[in-house]
């Protein structure tokens, strides 16, 4: 029988071993450490388990389980083997001495060491090493050497000899590096902006550190990260910034560099949708890495060793990308504040979609060492509830489910490629633990969702585009940078102005009644009282209603014609001038009218001062003055007739604009709708000319 996948889980209580499919049950010779569980480490090779207590730490054979070694050092909190298994590393929290030096907190130690009886065993190298992050020493693949970074340089050592500084890599400014795995013996730097000057990334070969074999530089990049492919031939750099100066995300900006490790390829990596980068990793093959990137839904693609795009995935709220251990598979899943689905494909079936796995609210993520399975694990402390493990077959089945106590970490037994059993991971799909029927039986059937609420007025309509997602046919996410993206309208584009027309306000609820444009909204009911009994009694005073009589609360009328001082006015600003003032003075309370009460309360004041001019012009003007009596209604049918053309071309426009916004999303549209799209200049020209009129 071939041996049994593996993997082990810290809780609050215990450390466990647990080995998976086939046979899913613990591990019969390791016993179940408890007390004061700080963490433990598989060996890259899957050799060995670590793990530290109270007590010390212990390392184990990885297949039986028996205690192969304990190492005499109890407030370790960070565990980490060297590629091959030969080394451990330890880290305890940074203290000082008596004399109030700091003391020699990382530790190596060979993993396992002859000693004679009763002998107690030493480290082999120890180093002051205050951040927890990138706290282990970095080897090559072959465990030769090993590296460590200190201020402006990087130190390289014999792993045998730890003791001594074997080479030094002198860059001023380094604050990250990476050495290449595979048997290209290549170390990366990073150096951020500094002083205007660009940041850099160079790569070396060791231990020729004089001049590096491929370089780029950069702006806009405080921090990286160095991503290697598996044979150390080709490396990404994930470049970011603390701040986007465009005011576009929170989180800076991303960019994202390729470089190849003999210098013979550099190139920044163009994406297509605009947003930040979510995820990017290699393919275990080297030849092709996936990204995914741009505002949510995101776009993921994958691109091959010389940046170019070979497949892109549909569009989705998704934020991670793992490939299988044979590159045979790739998960693309959302995970975090998404919904925690995953989308499972095969890569050599032209990328053809396997299944969707609702995985709930993992923290989580992970593929066997024989692609056949994804584990997903909810963990503390980000989630103190739900907390277990889950085990689901490549085709989408659950295979084992355990809940547990406060999960704090789970991982797969590591093992060395080539030793996965053959045959196709998808058929035949193998028999669920009990443990699956079980959860399956508990989980609720989701019912049909209810969707959004959408109210009376727009229920049995189909949601407009200004509202869809853009995987679901919506409208591209746009940054604004602070302009607002909404208009009057309540859609994505603002109201134009009609010519001639009175300035849109905000338009009024549907079904209420119409806002007073004299602001009696804002009088209390004895002033709306006397307001009535002053208009009751402007017909009784003798004087028109249109008259400029003392008794009235207007102001008596403009004289109109020579030395009146208006001479040099238009008909236009000579005839409304009185109409404008009252329309300044009541400005937010015209803004609440309604388009129609609008309209209404446009036409009456003209009425009025027409009224007005005729009663003026049958009497003779003080100074001889000759009366000017405006030309009728000509002008102002003719200014009406305008404005509902430009508000037909405008309707026009804006149908338009829908169709090649649906065309963009790969909508099949008909003859006459494309028709109608040809017809765009036509009509802009026409609104535009008769704008200028």
């Known amino acids: 029988m071939a041996t049994p996948l593996q993997f082990a889980f810290r809780t609050q209580k215990a450390i466990g071993i647990t080995d998976a499919a086939p046979v899913y049950e613990t591990l019969s010779g390791f016993v179940k450490p408890e007390g004061n569980l700080r963490?433990?480490?598989?060996?890259?090779?899957?050799?060995?388990?670590?793990?530290?207590?109270?007590?010390?730490?212990?390392?184990?054979?990885?297949?039986?389980?028996?205690?192969?070694?304990?190492?005499?050092?109890?407030?370790?909190?960070?565990?980490?083997?060297?590629?091959?298994?030969?080394?451990?590393?330890?880290?305890?929290r940074p203290a000082k001495d008596e004399n109030g030096d700091a003391t020699k907190n990382l530790k190596v130690w060979r993993t396992i060491e002859e000693l004679p009886?009763?002998?107690?065993?030493?480290?082999?190298?120890?180093?002051?090493?205050?951040?927890?992050?990138?706290?282990?020493?970095?080897?090559?693949?072959?465990?030769?050497?090993?590296?460590?970074?200190?201020?402006?340089?990087?130190?390289?050592y014999d792993s045998n000899d730890l003791k001594t500084v074997w080479n030094k890599l002198r860059?001023?400014?380094?604050?990250?590096?990476?050495?290449?795995?595979?048997?290209?013996?290549?170390?990366?730097?990073?150096?951020p902006e500094r002083k205007g000057q660009p940041a850099a990334v160079k790569v070396f070969n060791v231990p020729q550190f004089t001049t590096p074999i491929s370089q780029k530089t950069f702006f806009k990049g405080?921090?990286?990260?160095?991503?290697?492919?598996?044979?150390?031939?080709?490396?990404?750099?994930?470049?970011?910034?603390?701040?986007?100066?465009?005011?576009?995300?929170?989180?800076?900006?991303?960019?994202?560099?390729?470089?190849s490790a003999n210098g013979g390829f550099d190139a920044r990596i163009s994406l297509d949708k605009e947003g930040p980068i979510h995820d990017v990793t290699w393919s275990p093959n080297s030849k092709e890495f996936g990204v995914i990137y741009g505002y949510m839904p995101a776009k993921t693609t994958i691109f091959n060793q010389r940046a170019v795009a070979t497949h892109s995935f549909p569009l989705g709220p998704r934020n991670t990308i793992i490939f299988s251990p044979t590159g045979r598979f790739v998960l693309v899943a959302g995970f975090g504040n998404l919904a925690g689905q995953i989308d499972v494909y095969d890569l050599e079936k032209d990328?053809?979609?396997?299944?969707?796995?609702?995985?709930?609210?993992?923290?989580?993520?992970?593929?066997?060492?024989?692609?056949?399975?994804?584990?997903?694990?909810?963990?503390?402390?980000?989630?103190?509830?739900?907390?277990?493990?889950?085990?689901?077959?490549?085709?989408?089945?659950?295979?084992?489910?355990?809940?547990?106590?406060?999960?704090?970490?789970?991982?797969?037994?590591?093992?060395?490629?080539?030793?996965?059993?053959?045959?196709?991971?998808?058929?035949?799909?193998?028999?669920?633990?009990?443990?699956?029927?079980?959860?399956?039986?508990?989980?609720?059937?989701?019912?049909?969702?209810a969707g959004a609420y959408r109210p009376p007025g727009a229920r049995g309509s189909s949601t407009p585009l200004h509202f869809k997602r853009e995987d679901e046919g919506g409208a591209a996410h746009v940054v604004s940078n602070g302009t607002a993206l909404v208009g009057a309208n309540g859609f994505g584009r603002p109201r134009r102005q009609i010519p001639g027309a009175e300035l849109a306000g905000a338009p009024g609820v549907p079904g209420a009644a119409p806002a007073n444009a004299n602001g009696d909204e804002n009088l209390s009911k004895t002033a709306l009282k006397n307001k009535k009994k002053r208009n009751n009694k402007k017909?009784?005073?003798?004087?028109?209603?249109?008259?400029?009589?003392?008794?009235?609360?207007?102001?008596?009328?403009?004289?109109?014609?020579?030395?009146?001082?208006?001479?040099g006015r238009s008909p236009e600003r000579r005839g409304y001038h009185q109409h404008s003032r009252s329309q300044s003075r009541n400005n937010f309370q015209a803004r609440s009218r309604s388009n129609?009460?609008?309209?209404?309360?446009?036409?009456?004041?003209?009425?009025?001062?027409?009224?007005?001019?005729?009663?003026?012009?049958s009497q003779p003007l003080p100074g001889g003055g000759v009366p000017v009596v405006p030309s009728g209604d000509g002008g102002s049918q003719a200014q009406a007739a305008n404005a509902k053309k430009a508000r037909s071309l405008q309707k026009k426009l804006r149908a338009i604009e829908d169709l090649e916004m649906r065309l963009a999303t790969g909508e099949k549209l008909e003859d006459t709708q494309m028709k109608k799209i040809a017809t765009k200049s036509t009509v802009q020209k026409e609104l535009d000319t008769l704008e200028r009129e």
Not at 597 to 616: F, I, V
């Open 39 to 92: 963490c433990c480490e598989y060996s890259p090779c899957g050799r060995y388990f670590a793990y530290a207590t109270g007590e010390g730490v212990s390392i184990v054979d990885a297949s039986t389980g028996n205690v192969l070694t304990s190492l005499p050092i109890t407030t370790v909190y960070e565990l980490g083997f060297s590629p091959r298994g030969s080394f451990l590393g330890t880290w305890e």
């Open 117 to 156: 009886e009763g002998a107690v065993q030493a480290p082999l190298g120890q180093f002051v090493q205050k951040a927890q992050s990138g706290w282990n020493l970095q080897y090559t693949a072959d465990e030769r050497f090993c590296a460590r970074m200190v201020t402006n340089e990087v130190q390289f």
């Open 171 to 191: 860059v001023e400014g380094v604050a990250n590096f990476a050495i290449a795995p595979g048997q290209n013996q290549n170390v990366a730097v990073f150096v």
């Open 222 to 259: 405080d921090k990286v990260q160095l991503k290697w492919n598996e044979l150390g031939t080709s490396l990404i750099v994930l470049a970011q910034t603390d701040v986007d100066k465009t005011n576009k995300s929170y989180y800076g900006e991303t960019n994202m560099y390729l470089l």
């Open 351 to 449: 990328y053809a979609k396997i299944c969707t796995i609702e995985s709930g609210n993992p923290s989580v993520c992970a593929w066997s060492p024989d692609s056949r399975y994804i584990m997903t694990a909810t963990t503390s402390p980000r989630l103190r509830v739900d907390n277990g493990v889950k085990l689901w077959h490549v085709s989408g089945s659950i295979m084992y489910n355990e809940d547990m106590v406060e999960l704090y970490n789970v991982a797969w037994r590591p093992a060395l490629l080539g030793t996965a059993p053959s045959g196709d991971p998808l058929h035949p799909v193998p028999a669920p633990h009990s443990s699956a029927v079980t959860y399956l039986g508990t989980v609720k059937t989701p019912s049909k969702p």
């Open 539 to 567: 017909p009784k005073d003798g004087e028109g209603r249109e008259g400029g009589g003392d008794g009235g609360l207007a102001p008596p009328a403009r004289e109109l014609g020579a030395g009146s001082g208006n001479e």
């Open 596 to 617: 129609t009460h609008r309209a209404r309360s446009q036409s009456r004041p003209g009425q009025r001062q027409h009224h007005q001019h005729q009663h003026d012009a």
